[in-house]
């Protein structure tokens, strides 16, 4: 039974790639309305496209728990999604984006510029209006009008998924974006058992059993309370140490 159960994840993880990759390509067609007449500074067509590939991830996440693939449980995920929030999410796995987003597409996202490259994830991150990560002063500008405009922003402030040692290690930008830009930012952590889909994983390295997530909302942090006594350099570096200490509590 063991090795049947094995087979069957096995197989069913295979055909899960696929259908990703065919799929990601053939809805490039869908958003070609969207990507041939760029939606930058569009807000109702990017939110529009967000729906669209919310629905497609929505799909394919429902696949992965018939197919027995993984099994997750979501709490507080009504909190997602207000108006100029910061969600900071831990980052265990490839399917963490895919998770959070299927489930809240009105979200934005800071995603790696590498995925301009990825014949599946270019159309989907220009027709949402996603912000690919160049680092550079004009990225934090738009950031800034897009938490200030009133969309939700969704980062990985890890900047790369956490490593097999499990150990989360925050980059202070995404904090320091917060307390200059967002109106409140909330936590989001995610754990997973056991690991499997990690940077440099070879698809066919499944596990022993199914992998499980459980994905829960933290409180909100309120950045005016973080900025009320210190200037931002300080602010950040403690609030990124604050965060660094309850990602990793949640995640043991």
Known sequence: MRYLDYSRRFLATLFGFVLFGVVGVLFKLVLLPYTLNSTRGQL?????????????WYFFVRYLLVSGVLSVKFNG?????????????????????????????????????????????????LATGYIP??????????????LKGGQSLLVFPEGTRTGWDGQVKLNRGAVSIGLRSATVITPVVIKMTPPNFKKGQ??????????????NVGEDIDPQSWLAEKPLPI???????YLQDY??????
């Open 44 to 56: 109702k067509r990017q939110l529009q496209a967000r729906r669209l590939v919310g629905g497609i």
């Open 77 to 125: 995920l009504e909190k997602l999604g207000r108006p100029g929030q910061l969600v900071l999410a831990n980052h265990p796995s490839l399917l963490d984006v895919v998770l959070l987003i299927s489930h809240e597409p009105r979200m934005n996202c800071i995603v790696k510029k590498d995925l301009l490259n990825h014949l599946a994830m270019k159309s989907p991150i």
């Open 133 to 146: 990560n160049d680092e550079s002063m004009e990225m934090l500008e738009e950031v800034d009008a897009v």
């Open 202 to 215: 070879p698809w066919y390295k499944i596990p022993s059993r199914k992998v499980h997530y459980e994905i």
């Open 235 to 241: 602010a950040a570096r403690r609030l990124n140490a």
């Open 247 to 252: 990602f990793i509590r949640e995640t043991t």
